[in-house]
Protein backbone atom coordinates (compact mmCIF):
# COMPACT_ATOMS: atom_id res chain seq x y z
CA UNK A 1 0.00 0.00 0.00
CA UNK A 2 1.23 3.11 -0.75
CA UNK A 3 0.53 5.86 1.68
CA UNK A 4 1.60 8.80 4.30
CA UNK A 5 2.13 7.98 8.13
CA UNK A 6 1.18 10.36 10.49
CA UNK A 7 2.80 9.81 14.30
CA UNK A 8 1.52 13.17 16.21
CA UNK A 9 2.83 13.20 19.60
CA UNK A 10 2.68 15.90 22.41
CA UNK A 11 4.12 19.06 20.78
CA UNK A 12 4.78 17.71 17.02
CA UNK A 13 3.77 15.18 13.94
CA UNK A 14 6.17 12.95 12.64
CA UNK A 15 5.56 12.25 9.16
CA UNK A 16 6.34 9.10 6.65
CA UNK A 17 5.72 8.63 2.85
CA UNK A 18 5.74 4.66 1.54
CA UNK A 19 5.77 3.88 -1.41
CA UNK A 20 6.33 -0.19 -2.77
CA UNK A 21 6.68 -1.08 0.81
CA UNK A 22 9.91 1.40 1.36
CA UNK A 23 10.32 5.02 3.20
CA UNK A 24 10.86 7.44 0.77
CA UNK A 25 10.78 10.23 2.55
CA UNK A 26 9.68 11.96 6.33
CA UNK A 27 10.23 14.71 8.74
CA UNK A 28 8.82 16.43 11.65
CA UNK A 29 6.20 19.54 11.55
CA UNK A 30 6.40 21.38 14.58
CA UNK A 31 2.80 22.50 15.87
CA UNK A 32 2.83 26.11 14.67
CA UNK A 33 2.93 25.46 11.02
CA UNK A 34 1.20 22.11 11.15
CA UNK A 35 -1.51 23.51 8.86
CA UNK A 36 0.18 24.75 6.33
CA UNK A 37 2.87 21.98 6.11
CA UNK A 38 0.38 19.02 6.19
CA UNK A 39 -1.70 20.58 3.30
CA UNK A 40 1.71 21.05 1.41
CA UNK A 41 2.00 17.41 1.99
CA UNK A 42 -0.98 16.27 0.70
CA UNK A 43 -0.71 18.77 -2.68
CA UNK A 44 2.66 17.01 -2.97
CA UNK A 45 1.89 13.71 -2.20
CA UNK A 46 -2.00 12.69 -3.35
CA UNK A 47 -1.90 9.82 -1.35
CA UNK A 48 -4.02 8.63 1.39
CA UNK A 49 -3.01 10.15 4.90
CA UNK A 50 -2.99 7.17 7.94
CA UNK A 51 -3.25 9.25 11.41
CA UNK A 52 -2.44 8.02 14.73
CA UNK A 53 -2.13 10.35 17.70
CA UNK A 54 -1.26 10.11 21.67
CA UNK A 55 -3.11 12.90 22.19
CA UNK A 56 -6.77 13.02 23.87
CA UNK A 57 -9.71 12.15 22.15
CA UNK A 58 -10.89 15.84 21.95
CA UNK A 59 -7.36 17.12 20.53
CA UNK A 60 -7.87 14.04 17.78
CA UNK A 61 -11.33 14.97 16.57
CA UNK A 62 -10.11 18.79 16.30
CA UNK A 63 -7.73 17.74 13.96
CA UNK A 64 -9.45 14.97 11.86
CA UNK A 65 -11.90 17.86 11.41
CA UNK A 66 -9.43 20.54 10.22
CA UNK A 67 -7.97 17.80 7.88
CA UNK A 68 -10.31 15.57 6.42
CA UNK A 69 -8.03 14.05 4.14
CA UNK A 70 -6.54 11.72 7.12
CA UNK A 71 -8.14 8.71 8.20
CA UNK A 72 -7.38 7.60 11.89
CA UNK A 73 -5.85 3.75 11.88
CA UNK A 74 -8.42 2.23 14.40
CA UNK A 75 -7.06 1.52 17.70
CA UNK A 76 -8.20 -2.20 17.32
CA UNK A 77 -5.30 -2.76 14.07
CA UNK A 78 -2.47 -2.26 16.56
CA UNK A 79 -0.76 -4.96 18.51
CA UNK A 80 -2.42 -6.79 21.34
CA UNK A 81 -0.54 -6.25 24.74
CA UNK A 82 -0.38 -8.30 27.99
CA UNK A 83 -0.75 -5.55 30.90
CA UNK A 84 -2.50 -6.57 34.38
CA UNK A 85 -3.86 -2.94 34.79
CA UNK A 86 -3.55 0.32 32.49
CA UNK A 87 -3.20 0.74 29.05
CA UNK A 88 -0.03 0.65 26.70
CA UNK A 89 0.65 3.75 24.22
CA UNK A 90 -0.15 3.86 20.89
CA UNK A 91 3.05 4.94 19.73
CA UNK A 92 5.35 1.80 22.08
CA UNK A 93 2.80 -0.52 20.29
CA UNK A 94 3.90 0.77 16.61
CA UNK A 95 6.89 0.31 18.03
CA UNK A 96 6.04 -3.17 18.56
CA UNK A 97 4.51 -3.71 15.11
CA UNK A 98 8.00 -2.37 13.56
CA UNK A 99 10.08 -4.48 15.45
CA UNK A 100 7.89 -7.32 14.00
CA UNK A 101 7.76 -5.92 10.61
CA UNK A 102 12.07 -5.72 10.68
CA UNK A 103 12.64 -9.32 12.52
CA UNK A 104 9.08 -11.22 11.99
CA UNK A 105 10.83 -14.89 13.25
CA UNK A 106 12.45 -13.07 16.16
CA UNK A 107 11.27 -11.97 19.97
CA UNK A 108 12.49 -8.15 20.72
CA UNK A 109 13.30 -5.68 23.05
CA UNK A 110 12.50 -1.81 21.73
CA UNK A 111 13.87 0.64 23.71
CA UNK A 112 13.03 4.54 23.08
CA UNK A 113 14.67 7.31 23.59
CA UNK A 114 12.36 10.27 24.40
CA UNK A 115 10.92 12.30 26.85
CA UNK A 116 10.47 8.59 28.82
CA UNK A 117 12.65 5.92 28.17
CA UNK A 118 10.28 2.84 27.37
CA UNK A 119 11.92 -0.52 27.42
CA UNK A 120 9.16 -3.52 25.31
CA UNK A 121 9.81 -6.86 25.09
CA UNK A 122 7.72 -8.13 22.35
CA UNK A 123 6.97 -11.94 20.38
CA UNK A 124 4.92 -12.47 17.93
CA UNK A 125 3.90 -8.90 17.50
CA UNK A 126 2.72 -8.48 20.88
CA UNK A 127 4.07 -6.64 23.76
CA UNK A 128 4.87 -9.10 26.57
CA UNK A 129 6.21 -6.92 29.37
CA UNK A 130 8.85 -3.84 29.60
CA UNK A 131 9.47 -0.71 31.73
CA UNK A 132 9.30 2.97 31.60
CA UNK A 133 11.95 5.68 33.03
CA UNK A 134 12.83 8.92 32.51
CA UNK A 135 14.66 10.19 30.03
CA UNK A 136 17.75 12.16 29.77
CA UNK A 137 16.34 15.87 29.20
CA UNK A 138 13.67 14.75 31.28
CA UNK A 139 16.66 14.13 34.45
CA UNK A 140 18.49 16.98 33.45
CA UNK A 141 14.99 19.26 34.09
CA UNK A 142 14.11 17.37 37.58
CA UNK A 143 17.47 18.07 39.14
CA UNK A 144 17.26 21.58 37.95
CA UNK A 145 13.23 22.03 39.20
CA UNK A 146 13.77 20.46 42.70
CA UNK A 147 16.40 21.83 43.78
CA UNK A 148 17.56 25.12 44.88
CA UNK A 149 20.83 25.83 42.88
CA UNK A 150 21.68 23.09 39.84
CA UNK A 151 21.50 24.55 36.85
CA UNK A 152 18.92 23.68 33.57
CA UNK A 153 21.43 21.52 30.82
CA UNK A 154 21.02 20.78 27.65
CA UNK A 155 22.12 16.74 27.04
CA UNK A 156 25.00 16.80 25.60
CA UNK A 157 27.28 13.92 25.22
CA UNK A 158 30.15 12.67 27.70
CA UNK A 159 32.29 9.79 28.44
CA UNK A 160 33.86 10.22 32.01
CA UNK A 161 31.63 8.95 34.53
CA UNK A 162 32.93 11.53 36.75
CA UNK A 163 33.60 15.21 36.70
CA UNK A 164 35.27 18.43 38.53
CA UNK A 165 32.38 20.21 38.01
CA UNK A 166 28.62 20.94 38.15
CA UNK A 167 27.72 20.66 34.51
CA UNK A 168 30.06 17.40 33.93
CA UNK A 169 28.31 15.83 36.81
CA UNK A 170 25.06 16.38 36.15
CA UNK A 171 26.22 15.37 32.58
CA UNK A 172 28.01 12.18 33.72
CA UNK A 173 25.23 11.18 35.92
CA UNK A 174 22.53 11.47 33.10
CA UNK A 175 25.15 9.39 30.56
CA UNK A 176 26.21 7.13 32.89
CA UNK A 177 23.32 6.47 34.85
CA UNK A 178 21.01 5.98 31.25
CA UNK A 179 24.05 3.67 29.75
CA UNK A 180 23.97 1.44 33.17
CA UNK A 181 20.34 1.42 33.26
CA UNK A 182 19.93 0.10 29.74
CA UNK A 183 23.06 -2.20 29.90
CA UNK A 184 21.23 -3.99 32.87
CA UNK A 185 17.62 -3.95 31.48
CA UNK A 186 19.22 -5.51 28.20
CA UNK A 187 20.84 -8.08 30.19
CA UNK A 188 17.48 -9.44 32.09
CA UNK A 189 15.89 -9.38 28.25
CA UNK A 190 18.73 -11.85 27.45
CA UNK A 191 18.10 -14.49 30.56
CA UNK A 192 14.38 -14.54 28.85
CA UNK A 193 15.17 -14.65 25.14
CA UNK A 194 19.09 -15.78 23.76
CA UNK A 195 17.89 -15.03 20.59
CA UNK A 196 16.48 -11.31 21.49
CA UNK A 197 17.06 -8.43 18.71
CA UNK A 198 18.11 -5.19 20.33
CA UNK A 199 16.34 -2.03 18.56
CA UNK A 200 17.06 1.43 19.92
CA UNK A 201 14.75 4.18 18.29
CA UNK A 202 14.11 8.02 19.40
CA UNK A 203 16.55 10.88 20.09
CA UNK A 204 19.07 9.50 22.04
CA UNK A 205 19.27 6.25 20.27
CA UNK A 206 22.55 6.90 18.01
CA UNK A 207 24.13 7.94 21.53
CA UNK A 208 23.87 4.88 23.58
CA UNK A 209 23.65 2.49 20.61
CA UNK A 210 27.62 3.57 20.82
CA UNK A 211 28.32 2.98 24.60
CA UNK A 212 27.00 -0.29 24.76
CA UNK A 213 28.64 -3.30 23.37
CA UNK A 214 25.74 -5.37 21.83
CA UNK A 215 24.28 -6.17 18.49
CA UNK A 216 22.02 -2.84 18.03
CA UNK A 217 19.55 -2.15 15.17
CA UNK A 218 18.66 1.55 15.55
CA UNK A 219 15.72 2.65 13.50
CA UNK A 220 14.97 6.00 13.71
CA UNK A 221 11.74 5.73 11.95
CA UNK A 222 10.30 2.79 13.77
CA UNK A 223 7.28 4.03 14.91
CA UNK A 224 6.28 4.92 11.37
CA UNK A 225 7.54 1.58 10.11
CA UNK A 226 4.92 0.88 12.48
CA UNK A 227 2.19 2.48 11.79
CA UNK A 228 2.46 1.44 7.96
CA UNK A 229 2.68 -1.89 9.24
CA UNK A 230 -0.07 -2.28 10.95
CA UNK A 231 -2.07 -0.54 7.88
CA UNK A 232 -0.99 -2.57 5.80
CA UNK A 233 -1.83 -5.59 8.11
CA UNK A 234 -5.57 -4.31 8.16
CA UNK A 235 -5.66 -2.77 4.30
CA UNK A 236 -9.06 -4.47 3.14
Known amino acids: MNCVVLDQGNT ?32 KYRLPFLYSSVR ?34 KDRLANVAGAHFLFPNSASLVIDFGTCITYSIAQSNELISGAISLGAQS ?20 DDAFHNSTDGA ?3 SVNFGIASEVKGYIE ?34 LTLIGLYAITCANES
Open 188 to 221: EALKKFHELKIVFTGTDSVHFAKQLNYRIFVELN
Open 12 to 43: STKWGVFLDKKLIDSGRIEDRILSSKLNELNE
Open 139 to 158: RLRAMHEYTGKLPLLNFTET
Open 170 to 172: LLS
Open 56 to 89: NEMNQRDFLSRFEFCKVIPTEHFPAYHYTSGTAG
